[in-house]
C-alpha cells in the first residue's frame, strides 16, 4: 500500500458531462473517492489539467506562438485547482491550492517547503501551472513534482482500465496487461496514456506508474492499495 501518492486529474474529466468547463458534481464524486484514502491515512498531492479551458498545443498557430498557448494552458490548470480546492473543503476534505505560476492575489505560490507542510497536517494538496514553463505536459509536471515531494508512485487516472494489447474500443478481445516495463511503454508507439517525456523520468528514477479507470467507485482506493486495478508501468 502506498503512504503518498501523486494523482493526476486530466481537465477532461474534471468537465464532466459538459462539453468544457467545471463540473461541482463530478468534483464531488472525485471528493468522495479521495475521502477513502484520506481515511485510511494515505497522503494524496493532485495535480490538475486544464484541457477542459484550454490547451496549450491546440491553440498554437501563425498567430499564437507555442509559448503563450501553453502560458494559457498553465493558467486554466490554476482555474482547475482553485475550483477543486474549494469543492473539497466545502465537503469536509481540508486542502490548499498551490501553483507553478506566480498569482499571489488568488492563489499560493507553490514551494517544496509549504507542500510538505500542508501534507504533514493532514490536507490534500492541489497543484496548478503544470511545471510552470513551455513545452512540457502536466504529465511530465505529475512525475517531477511526484519525485520533488516523494510520493511513492504516480497515479494516472483516464478513460480506460490501463494499457491493452489492442485498442478496446475496436477489438472486443483486447486484453488489459497488469504490468508493463518502462522500455515496453517507450517503445510501443500504441501506448499513448502518457506522454514518453513522463515516463521516460519516472523510468530514469524507478518511480511506478498506475494508469487505471477514474470513474468507477473505489478505483483511487484499489490503485493505492492493492494494484487491482489498470496497469501497473515499472
Not at 467545471?22 to 468534483?27: G, T
Request: proline share 2%; net charge negative; charged share 20%.
Amino acid at each position: 500500500m502506498y503512504r503518498r501518492v501523486l494523482l493526476k486529474i486530466s481537465g477532461e474529466q474534471l468537465q464532466g458531462q459538459f462539453d468544457g468547463g467545471f463540473d461541482v458534481e463530478r468534483a464531488n464524486w472525485i471528493a468522495a473517492e479521495l475521502r477513502q484514502v484520506q481515511q485510511d491515512g494515505v497522503q494524496v498531492v493532485v495535480m490538475v489539467g486544464g484541457g477542459n479551458y484550454a490547451r496549450g498545443a491546440q491553440l498554437e498557430n501563425e498567430h499564437i506562438p507555442r509559448v503563450t498557448a501553453d502560458s494559457v494552458g498553465m493558467l486554466a490548470t490554476v482555474m482547475n485547482a482553485l475550483a477543486f480546492t474549494s469543492v473539497l473543503n466545502s465537503v469536509g476534505l481540508p486542502a490548499r491550492a498551490l501553483s507553478n505560476v506566480v498569482a499571489d492575489q488568488i492563489i499560493d505560490q507553490f514551494t517544496h517547503r509549504r507542500a510538505l507542510s500542508h501534507l504533514e497536517k493532514g490536507r490534500i494538496v492541489v497543484v496548478a501551472g503544470g511545471i510552470g514553463r513551455p513545452y512540457l505536459t502536466t504529465d511530465t509536471a505529475a512525475v517531477s513534482l511526484c519525485l520533488e515531494l516523494d510520493c511513492e508512485a504516480v497515479l494516472k487516472a483516464t478513460k480506460v482500465d490501463g494499457v491493452f494489447n489492442k485498442d478496446p474500443h475496436v477489438h472486443a478481445d483486447a486484453e488489459r496487461l497488469e504490468k508493463i516495463s518502462y522500455d515496453e511503454a517507450l517503445a510501443n508507439a500504441d501506448i499513448a496514456v502518457m506522454d514518453k517525456a513522463a515516463l521516460g523520468l519516472a523510468m530514469e528514477h524507478h518511480t511506478p506508474v498506475v494508469i487505471f479507470e477514474l470513474l468507477k467507485d473505489g478505483n483511487i482506493a484499489k490503485a493505492i492499495t492493492d494494484g487491482s486495478v489498470g496497469t501497473t508501468v515499472g
